[in-house]
């Protein structure tokens, strides 16, 4: 070891520079900042997305799309999940209180049964919507399909 490879001790320095501490400092007059303009002046923040007075790519590309505010959404319970439940539960009539209770549906939504796979049992269903092959393939088996 010599006096060239002498150093301070881990974490007993600084690393940030001290600016605004006068010109002897190497770091005053300005503090960095550079000469007027807004990034020079205290309380300064970038809107998000600026692009240095370019035109923002949010306002460059055209606006699309449309969101209807009277769009009624479902959640969908196909036949084959139906099917299962009445298997494997016993359950010979199937409401809005049934699929909440065995976790199939969120509360307050609005229920259509879908058409997908095969009822092989009978069971009486109630539910907002039907899809014509579920209403169909509920009938076909004996059992009401009843839109409340």
């Known amino acids: 070891m010599n006096l060239s490879n002498l150093k301070p001790a881990e974490?007993?320095?600084?690393?940030?520079?001290?600016?605004?501490?006068?010109?002897?400092?190497?770091?005053?007059?300005?503090s960095t900042r550079g000469h007027k303009g807004a990034k020079s002046r205290s309380g300064y923040s970038r809107k998000i997305g600026f692009e240095g007075g370019q035109m923002p790519l949010y306002r460059r590309l055209p606006k699309f799309g449309f969101k209807n505010i009277n769009r009624v959404?479902?959640?969908?319970?196909?036949?084959?999940?139906l099917s299962i439940l009445?298997?494997?539960k016993g359950i010979v009539?199937?409401?809005?209180?049934?699929?909440?209770?065995y976790g199939l549906m969120p509360s307050n939504s609005k229920v259509k049964i879908l058409g997908r796979g095969e009822l092989n049992?009978?069971?009486?269903?109630?539910?907002n919507a039907f899809s014509a092959s579920a209403k169909n393939a509920i009938e076909n088996k004996g059992g009401i399909a009843t839109i409340m």
């Not at 959404?73 to 999940?81: K, M, P, W």
């Not at 009539?93 to 209770?101: A, F, G, S």
């Not at 049992?121 to 539910?127: C, L, Y």
């Open 11 to 30: 974490g007993s320095t600084k690393t940030s520079k001290r600016i605004g501490r006068g010109q002897g400092s190497g770091r005053g007059g300005t």
């Open 86 to 88: 009445a298997e494997t």
């Open 121 to 127: 049992v009978k069971i009486n269903v109630s539910a």
């Open 73 to 81: 959404e479902y959640v969908g319970i196909n036949l084959d999940t």
């Open 93 to 101: 009539e199937v409401t809005l209180d049934t699929l909440k209770q």
